[in-house]
């Protein structure tokens, strides 16, 4: 009975396409932290509805520019397969998913928001073992625990005795729908990224979920009749600015790098390293928003990053 030997440099690579894929969903968190910022500079006085539909417009366009220099061609070849699952997940994860989460910022505000979010890496790590048997291994499991639990130490944190926000059961249906879209959006992207062509560049997958996220959402807007926001919008160049920097930095870079991480590593610790946000937008905060940075906010990014450094040293 034979064995396959793996050679030192094929296990070297495999080690750095690893690396590369948890440092990319590293990346994914930052980048998330800063776009949500440059979001509320540049939304105010805008409904939600409205800076969806206009970043996502504003991804395809630079992703399609960007897809023709660098390959050559405006609409990627895939097969009819992929593009029905990259689709699925645009419309679920883009249109619908992040309408129910900002939609729940209104509702019961952004912190409980968030700390539903956060369970997006157990709901996607059970999924990823149940669909192609990543099996994580203990410590793995160990580390996603305690990251998770730094991420709902800091935004479980009440900072406010007087809360302009209700936690009632409408308002957490929208947060679980956010939540349960963004798992499903990494899912069926995961099980797209299987199929695709070898020489397929993330950014093809990228292009293909925001082609259909833009679509439904301009459709939805349609049926709805909420196209008069774009007008005023347009017409506001600050608008303009803090939204296409925030296009530019979370749905293009950002999602990107989500691909990129989804290539390389098991979808649970994809998701879990992409969860981070919350604990980026502190400093963040601090710096841009001058709020205090409480001792239980420190405690539990120190915990959540002890977890995140397991997760690459083991």
Request: charged share 10%; aromatic share 8%; proline share 4%.
């Given at each position: 009975?034979?064995?396959?030997?793996?050679?030192?440099?094929n296990v070297?690579?495999?080690?750095?396409?690893?690396?590369?894929?948890?440092?990319?969903?590293?990346?994914?968190?930052?980048?998330?932290?800063?776009?949500?910022?440059?979001?509320?500079?540049?939304?105010?006085?805008?409904?939600p509805h409205?800076?969806?539909?206009?970043?996502?417009?504003?991804?395809?366009?630079?992703?399609?520019?960007?897809?023709?220099?660098?390959?050559?061609?405006?609409?990627?070849?895939?097969?009819?397969?992929?593009?029905?699952?990259?689709?699925?997940?645009?419309?679920?994860?883009?249109?619908?998913?992040?309408?129910?989460?900002?939609?729940?910022?209104?509702?019961?505000?952004?912190?409980?928001?968030?700390?539903?979010?956060?369970?997006?890496?157990?709901?996607?790590?059970?999924?990823?073992?149940?669909?192609?048997?990543?099996?994580?291994?203990?410590?793995?499991?160990?580390?996603?625990v305690l990251?998770?639990?730094?991420?709902?130490?800091?935004?479980?944190?009440?900072?406010?005795?007087?809360?302009?926000?209700?936690?009632?059961?409408?308002?957490?249906?929208?947060?679980?729908?956010?939540?349960?879209?963004?798992?499903?959006?990494?899912?069926?992207?995961?099980?797209?990224?299987?199929?695709?062509?070898?020489?397929?560049?993330?950014?093809?997958?990228?292009?293909?979920?925001?082609?259909?996220?833009?679509?439904?959402?301009?459709?939805?807007?349609?049926?709805?009749?909420?196209?008069?926001?774009?007008?005023?919008?347009?017409?506001?160049?600050?608008?303009?600015?803090?939204?296409?920097?925030?296009?530019?930095?979370?749905?293009?870079?950002?999602?990107?790098?989500?691909?990129?991480?989804?290539?390389?590593?098991?979808?649970?610790?994809?998701?879990?390293?992409?969860?981070?946000?919350?604990?980026?937008?502190?400093?963040?905060?601090?710096?841009?928003?001058?709020?205090?940075?409480?001792?239980?906010?420190?405690?539990?990014?120190?915990?959540?990053?002890?977890?995140?450094?397991?997760?690459?040293?083991?």
């Amino acid at each position: 009975m034979t064995g396959v030997r793996l050679s030192p440099r094929n296990v070297s690579t495999a080690l750095m396409d690893v690396l590369l894929g948890e440092m990319a969903a590293l990346i994914t968190s930052i980048l998330w932290a800063i776009s949500s910022t440059l979001f509320t500079f540049g939304g105010k006085g805008h409904s939600p509805h409205t800076v969806n539909r206009m970043r996502l417009t504003g991804a395809l366009i630079i992703l399609s520019i960007f897809h023709l220099i660098l390959f050559g061609r405006l609409i990627p070849d895939e097969n009819l397969y992929v593009w029905l699952l990259l689709g699925l997940s645009g419309m679920v994860g883009l249109a619908i998913g992040d309408g129910f989460l900002l939609w729940s910022y209104g509702k019961v505000g952004p912190r409980i928001s968030m700390l539903v979010m956060s369970m997006v890496p157990i709901v996607t790590g059970s999924a990823g073992w149940l669909l192609w048997g990543e099996a994580l291994g203990l410590l793995e499991i160990l580390f996603i625990v305690l990251t998770l639990t730094g991420i709902v130490i800091v935004v479980a944190e009440r900072r406010e005795d007087r809360s302009p926000f209700r936690i009632t059961f409408g308002g957490l249906a929208l947060a679980v729908g956010g939540m349960l879209g963004q798992a499903v959006q990494l899912l069926l992207a995961k099980d797209a990224m299987m199929f695709m062509r070898s020489s397929s560049p993330p950014m093809t997958a990228t292009l293909i979920r925001i082609l259909w996220g833009t679509a439904a959402i301009w459709i939805a807007s349609m049926i709805i009749r909420r196209k008069t926001g774009t007008v005023k919008a347009l017409s506001d160049r600050r608008f303009l600015i803090f939204i296409g920097l925030a296009t530019i930095i979370g749905p293009v870079l950002g999602i990107w790098a989500s691909f990129v991480a989804l290539n390389s590593v098991d979808i649970g610790i994809a998701s879990t390293l992409m969860s981070l946000s919350p604990l980026m937008i502190i400093p963040i905060s601090w710096k841009v928003f001058g709020e205090r940075i409480t001792p239980r906010a420190v405690i539990g990014t120190v915990i959540a990053l002890i977890g995140v450094a397991g997760l690459f040293l083991f």
